[in-house]
């Protein structure tokens, strides 16, 4: 398992490097802060000044020996808006985004295995044809236009929720339920294939011809053999929900790591941005590690085969 691991962060690692190279280089090509940052009187001595003060007038190999230099000594800069350490805004803001993405993948999980083992217990049958309906249109559904329409319908039109903050049980309502129905269309899908095929297993057939129920069946024999796929799916689901928390926290103003990044490109604040970048980078990086640990314990076909002298 340790090999498998060594493996497995050695190729992670060069997309990691590649992304934040990515973004420092992206971020410098909208332009100089100074014009955002100074007034519009501002002389030229004074936008040189503040260019050379930040940094920003060394070439851009430069400037990134100076980031990768700073990051080896846990230095991120300071946010160019707030004075503030760059690093300590972005682990302020990453708990929310992970709360977030945390409680709407756990809801996900536990609705799609009830629906897609409902589905799956009788295929073609009526439950199966509703959930794959519903699970179809969950997963289609954009999650900017969800979003909108939750809130023009649930918070202006019927005044039921809040329309953004986080105040309150009723504030997480709706950036959830936007988030939650994608996954939860594309989990249902998988655990229904998956429970469908496990189902018509011998062993299946055993267990029930020992008299074992139907609940005991699903739980116990069928549900352990296919949880393998949907783990892995889940995980890349997982993966996506913090990606796509972006756009669902700036639409909710949800103070999370994805809100923080837009504020940061909008006011070309470098070291925030590539703060969140790096710290959200680092966190999928693991979270990929620990789904492949899981699918590996799950499934013994990927694990590495140990080569005896």
């Known amino acids: 398992m340790l090999i498998y691991l060594r493996k497995r962060i050695v190729s992670s690692a060069l997309p990691l490097v590649v992304v934040i190279v990515g973004v420092f280089a992206l971020a410098r090509m909208t332009g100089n802060p100074a014009s955002l940052y100074l007034p519009l009187n501002?002389?030229?001595?004074?936008?040189?000044?503040?260019?050379?003060?930040?940094?920003?007038?060394?070439?851009?190999?430069?400037q990134m020996a100076d980031y990768f230099g700073g990051v080896l000594r846990l230095d991120f800069g300071q946010s160019l808006r707030t004075g503030q350490d760059a690093a300590a805004m972005a682990l302020r803001a990453f708990p929310a985004t992970l709360q977030l993405a945390a409680t709407t993948m756990v809801l996900a999980v536990l609705l799609a295995l009830v629906v897609g083992?409902?589905?799956?217990?009788?295929?073609?049958?009526?439950?199966?044809?509703?959930?794959?309906?519903?699970?179809?249109?969950?997963?289609?559904?954009?999650?900017?236009?969800?979003?909108?329409?939750?809130i023009w319908v649930f918070a202006i039109t019927l005044g039921w929720l809040p329309t953004s903050g986080v105040s309150g049980a009723g504030a997480w309502v709706l950036p959830i339920a936007t988030l939650l129905l994608r996954p939860f269309g594309v989990l249902v899908q998988i655990v229904r294939?998956?429970?469908v095929s496990a189902l018509s297993e011998p062993y299946i057939k055993l267990a029930r011809s020992r008299g074992?129920?139907?609940l005991r069946v699903v739980t116990h024999?069928?549900?352990r053999n296919a949880a393998a796929p949907a783990l892995t799916v889940a995980g890349d689901?997982?993966?996506?929900?913090?990606?796509g928390a972006v756009v669902v926290e700036t639409i909710f103003g949800w103070p999370g790591i994805g809100k923080l990044?837009?504020?940061?490109?909008?006011?070309?604040?470098?070291?925030?941005?590539?703060?969140a970048v790096l710290l959200t980078a680092v966190a999928i990086f693991a979270l990929n590690i620990l789904i492949d640990m899981g699918y590996a314990l799950l499934d013994a076909r990927v694990?590495?085969?140990t080569v005896k002298a």
């Open 221 to 223: 024999h069928a549900l």
């Open 261 to 275: 990044m837009i504020d940061s490109i909008l006011q070309r604040d470098f070291a925030v941005l590539q703060a």
């Open 117 to 150: 083992c409902w589905a799956a217990l009788k295929p073609n049958g009526i439950a199966d044809r509703v959930s794959s309906f519903v699970s179809m249109a969950a997963a289609s559904i954009p999650d900017f236009w969800l979003a909108i329409v939750g």
């Open 42 to 62: 501002a002389t030229q001595q004074m936008r040189d000044d503040f260019t050379a003060r930040n940094g920003l007038d060394q070439p851009l190999l430069v």
């Open 237 to 243: 689901l997982t993966v996506g929900l913090v990606n």
């Open 212 to 214: 074992a129920g139907e």
């Open 193 to 195: 294939g998956s429970m």
């Open 303 to 305: 694990r590495p085969v």
